[in-house]
């Protein structure tokens, strides 16, 4: 079997293998003990990930862009066709070994987290749909197919977010996730209808190559499809308008947080712009859109973050934050930074919510952070490995998430196809927010592992597993914060390391790198870096004037400026720290007095802009009234039951009366008889009498 029949190979077995564990899991599992689920899953998982890492070292060797392996069409018509196709490139390469490498390490530490639950094998069988779903998302070779990925993640994640259904909150959480995702959906479907109406196919290659054979194509039906693609990416990357369900979702099980509201789930949108970069090229307008968006967003989470006190919250808004990064890189046309910051963003964030579940684990499922404290003393593995993932979130070098955000940052300020005005507006922005980020993940930092233990034996316990904090180690006194099992603190370990030299991968040239993960990706996203004829050309479309001759020069890297933006980017970093530090250790008196300054404000942030309540008041209400109402109670029940109703009433009457006819009486009948008779006389009379008159 040569290379490329391998790899073809390999592309139907990895999203196979975990849906093999789903099912034997999901059908078996409740006879099998806990060993065996778990050992069902974790193989799922790792064997999609060795076969990635087999074809990542096979797929190097091949001169060729993508390897293919399709099916039989899978929808056939005289006009339109779609099959049932995977493909592999540079791109679908760095996200199926995301998926598969995170993915298998928040398997491994479910096994421990996870323990003492019931459901313990719907839990894992969950997880392996996911799995299945996430592989088929980015292996696809069509937007049909992509898009029964993307509704199977936005199905096992509705699953995996209600995991404890018993609970109010958690039902709702899973459901206000499956419903806000529909609405970006519905905005996929209608870019899908369009590009079947245009161009005639899904298939990425068909319609990519169609768009480059054209180079005038600009703006309008390429803009609505690319438009309608973002809303759909707005729902998956909870960017706004519609994040709000992200924060809820952190209901679930911590796990699920790292796995699909971290690594993997949520950088979709992420993916599906960057995988329809040559559309998004030709759409200037759709990829100012979604810098806005992104910037707008970063910012928007950064500061409702500040305030949060628990802990899966603060990182939930971190994460929206950082999708928001991606996003500014992808309006920038920088796409290869986006996926950059993708691969950092799933070391670091999987790593912190995973140590947050490790202290949460510890002090029996509290997950306010005014209720730990100290905890560095009790959980010293936990405390240095969330330490590296703090600092790589807060872009401190040389930390994975230095890297990936300075070139975020570096490529928005010199973005020709944004301009000066906005690009440098922009920049502003993320480095703002770059501020915050440092702020209040070291705030998180100082509450939960300095000062003393501000918990007890009256500590609240969360729907997280109050069992698994005592019986996972007896050891330990009742109400004594403690470490988690090795299980646990492995992948913990591992992710510490990859947040540390994961963005050395990404180094750039101005600090004697060779940004590897730049030039891997470059035969996908070659059309990243428009030159100043292209971004003259795009802003013309959408109607601004041509960039002045100057800005030619600032296209490509300035070794000057992209040191003074790296040293900003820091300085930020370090000045956030510098606060937290102040605020929460030195003088940790000064918060409260600071809040009740600035009260008005605080009081906003602390509420989330109203947000939900806004969304609440003018969304969900009127359509609930609407449903209710209109439809329910006029449509439904007054037209539709009431004609049944009525129809109902008028066979029950002539029911009725036939059944008087039916007497048994044979004088009844014969009186029927003669009334028939006298009757069909009549008709035929007068019937008889009008036709001559007429002749």
Not at 272 to 297: E, Q
Not at 315 to 329: E, R
Request: net charge neutral; charged share 10%.
């Amino acid at each position: 079997m040569n290379t490329t029949s391998s790899i073809a190979l390999h592309l139907w077995l990895m999203p196979l293998v975990p849906f093999i564990g789903f099912l034997l899991n999901g059908l078996l599992g409740r006879k099998l003990p806990r060993p065996a689920v778990s050992a069902i899953a974790l193989i799922a998982t790792a064997i999609p990930f060795a076969l990635a890492a087999n074809a990542w070292l096979q797929f190097k060797s091949l001169t060729i862009p993508y390897v293919e392996r399709a099916s039989i069409p899978w929808i056939a018509t005289s006009t339109f066709h779609a099959d049932f196709a995977f493909s592999l490139d540079q791109l679908s390469m760095i996200m199926v070994l995301i998926v598969t490498g995170v993915g298998f390490l928040i398997h491994l530490y479910s096994v421990g987290y996870m323990a003492h639950e019931d459901g313990f094998y719907r839990f894992f069988a969950y997880l392996n749909l996911f799995m299945f779903f996430m592989l088929t998302l980015v292996l696809s070779e069509n937007f049909l197919l992509l898009f029964v990925g993307w509704e199977g993640v936005g199905l096992a994640s509705y699953l995996l977010i209600g995991f404890y259904f018993q609970k109010d909150s958690a039902a709702n959480a899973g459901k206000k996730a499956f419903i806000v995702n529909r609405i970006g959906d519905f905005g996929f479907l209608l870019a899908m209808f369009l590009l079947i109406q245009h161009f005639g196919t899904l298939s990425f290659s068909e319609v990519f190559s169609q768009i480059t054979a054209h180079p005038e194509w600009h703006g309008g039906v390429l803009t609505a499809i690319a438009l309608l693609l973002v809303l759909g990416a707005t729902g998956k990357s909870a960017q706004i308008p519609l994040y709000v369900w992200l924060p809820d979702a952190m209901e679930g099980p911590t796990p699920v947080s790292a796995l699909i509201h971290a690594a993997t789930m949520v950088t979709a949108g992420i993916y599906l712009v960057v995988r329809s970069h040559v559309l998004f090229d030709r759409a200037p307008i759709a990829l100012a859109v979604v810098a806005v968006i992104g910037a707008a967003t970063a910012f928007l989470a950064a500061t409702i973050g500040i305030v949060q006190t628990d802990i899966k919250r603060v990182l939930a808004y971190s994460t929206i934050s950082q999708l928001g990064y991606m996003f500014m890189a992808c309006g920038a046309a920088a796409y290869s930074a986006a996926i950059f910051h993708l691969l950092t963003h799933a070391f670091f964030k999987a790593l912190l919510f995973l140590a947050a579940g490790s202290v949460i684990h510890a002090v029996a499922g509290e997950q306010d952070m005014r209720k730990m404290g100290g905890l560095r003393k009790f959980t010293p593995m936990t405390f240095w490995t969330m330490t590296a993932g703090v600092i790589a979130i807060s872009g401190l070098p040389p930390f994975a998430g230095f890297f990936s955000k300075d070139e975020i940052l570096a490529e928005v300020f010199r973005s020709p196809l944004l301009g000066p005005a906005l690009g440098h507006f922009l920049w502003f922005v993320g480095f703002v927010t770059a501020f915050l980020t440092s702020f209040y993940m070291f705030r998180l930092w100082y509450l939960t592992f300095f000062g003393t233990y501000r918990g007890g034996h009256d500590t609240v316990h969360s729907h997280e597993s109050s069992k698994t904090a005592h019986e996972t180690d007896t050891h330990h006194h009742p109400g004594r914060p403690h470490e988690s099992p090795w299980v646990m603190l492995t992948p913990l370990v591992i992710l510490a390391i990859l947040s540390l030299v994961g963005g050395w991968v990404g180094v750039p040239e101005v600090l004697h790198g060779h940004d590897e993960i730049g030039h891997f990706l470059s035969p996908v996203t070659h059309g990243q870096s428009l030159s100043f004829e292209q971004a003259t050309v795009a802003n013309a479309a959408r109607g601004l004037s041509q960039l002045p001759a100057e800005s030619a020069a600032a296209a490509p890297a300035d070794a000057g400026t992209e040191l003074t933006l790296s040293a900003l980017s820091v300085l930020a970093g370090l000045l956030g720290l510098f606060l937290a530090d102040l605020l929460y250790r030195r003088k940790p008196e000064l918060p409260a007095k600071l809040a009740a300054k600035i009260r008005g404000i605080n009081w906003l942030v602390e509420n989330k802009y109203w947000v939900d309540e806004i969304y609440s008041g003018f969304i969900v209400k009127p359509v609930l009234f609407v449903s209710k109402y209109a439809l329910w109670v006029f449509f439904d029940r007054g037209l539709v039951d009431g004609a049944g109703a009525g129809l109902v009433g008028a066979n029950i009457g002539l029911g009725s009366l036939v059944r008087r006819m039916q007497s048994g009486n044979i004088r009844s009948y014969a009186g029927w008889l003669a009334f028939g008779a006298a009757a069909l006389l009549l008709i035929t009379y007068f019937g008889l009498g009008s036709h001559l008159l007429i002749h």
